[in-house]
């Protein structure tokens, strides 16, 4: 029988599960609670096991999708056992956790390891990338990022202050959480490094994570890049803006659209082919499937490498070490 092996227990695991299911609905699907207490099972998973158990049942692959802190152990763990894995962003909580699990990927013979960077698997995602590789905007000079969405209306049936989110020792804070903005600017643009950042905390929610991030970014060629990403915003906002020296581009990532502008002719207008919103996860499994089962094909660029992984933790942990944010000014 197929087995595939989930672990974690929160949403997005729980998504992950229906999905599996979903794809391979004679398949068995184990579970594995990163902190060994939930014993509730899952809608679509089989059994909760331990994680000795989840690594001898020669699954074809295992998501592991636990809180950021414990992501690398248990993935290499699943490593050590031949066993391909996607791993939910972030690649982990700390960037020496991931550097070191970086390095154990490039030691061996590997099964396929990527990470969760779902977003990319956005159609709109895809054509904005191709817009800028063919350079119909000519040169980037300027890019504005935005993402907010008022936390407390993440999970209205849970205390915000009680949430992953909220908790720096299970990885919280914006960057993190919103690291999405990192890995996508990334994906686009060559040679991003972060010159200046602000982080505000203990403010609108009181919380001891970042609430508030506003950055700047430079490019080897000189694009300048501003990135806002917070937890306070109560119309939840999704975009990014791009100016080039021949046109200018806005994606709204909520509505998955794209306008495309260029001086003298009408607007271009571009729309994306999703359903709905959850379909990205899905296209985001099969892909991780396609390049397990058939090594010959070309690797789906949608699918994040831990290398790509890693390049957001340090570019967080820049963030961090640049914060000139002063409650006392």
Excluded at 118 to 123: E, G, I, P, V
Excluded at 273 to 285: N, W
Excluded at 298 to 305: C, E, G, K, N
Aim: hydrophobic residues 45%; negative net charge.
């Amino acid at each position: 029988m197929e087995r595939f092996c989930v672990v974690g227990m929160g949403s997005i695991a729980h998504r992950h599960v229906r999905n599996l299911r979903a794809l391979h609905a004679e398949a068995e699907i184990l579970v594995v609670s990163a902190s060994g207490a939930n014993t509730q099972r899952p809608d679509g998973a089989d059994r909760i096991v331990d994680l000795a158990t989840a690594l001898q049942a020669s699954a074809r692959y295992a998501i592991v999708a636990s809180p950021a802190p414990f992501h690398t152990s248990a993935a290499s763990a699943f490593l050590d056992a031949g066993v391909p894995i996607l791993i939910e962003k972030p690649l982990s909580a700390q960037s020496a956790d991931a550097a070191a699990f970086f390095a154990k990927t490039k030691s061996r013979e590997l099964p396929a390891v990527r990470v969760g960077y779902c977003l990319r698997f956005l159609s709109t995602a895809g054509i904005v990338r191709d817009i800028l590789a063919g350079g119909r905007l000519g040169d980037l000079l300027n890019v504005s990022s935005f993402v907010g969405q008022h936390l407390p209306d993440w999970r209205p049936r849970t205390d915000y202050r009680e949430s992953v989110s909220a908790s720096a020792a299970l990885g919280g804070g914006a960057l993190l959480e919103l690291s999405h903005e990192f890995d996508l600017l990334n994906w686009f643009i060559d040679g991003l490094d972060v010159s200046h950042s602000w982080l505000r905390k203990q403010m609108l929610l009181s919380l001891d994570v970042e609430e508030c991030a506003d950055l700047v970014l430079t490019s080897k060629t000189g694009c300048h890049v501003n990135m806002h990403m917070d937890f306070w915003q109560r119309d939840a906002r999704r975009d990014m803006e791009f100016v080039g020296t021949k046109g200018h581009m806005r994606w709204d990532l909520m509505a998955n659209t794209i306008k495309v502008a260029h001086p003298g002719t009408e607007p271009e207008v571009l729309a994306g082919t999703e359903e709905q919103r959850g379909d990205i996860y899905v296209a985001m499994l099969r892909a991780f499937e396609t390049q397990i089962s058939d090594t010959a094909r070309p690797i789906d660029a949608r699918l994040a490498t831990v290398e790509q992984a890693l390049l957001v933790m340090r570019q967080i942990d820049k963030a961090k070490y640049l914060n000139a944010w002063n409650p006392s000014q």
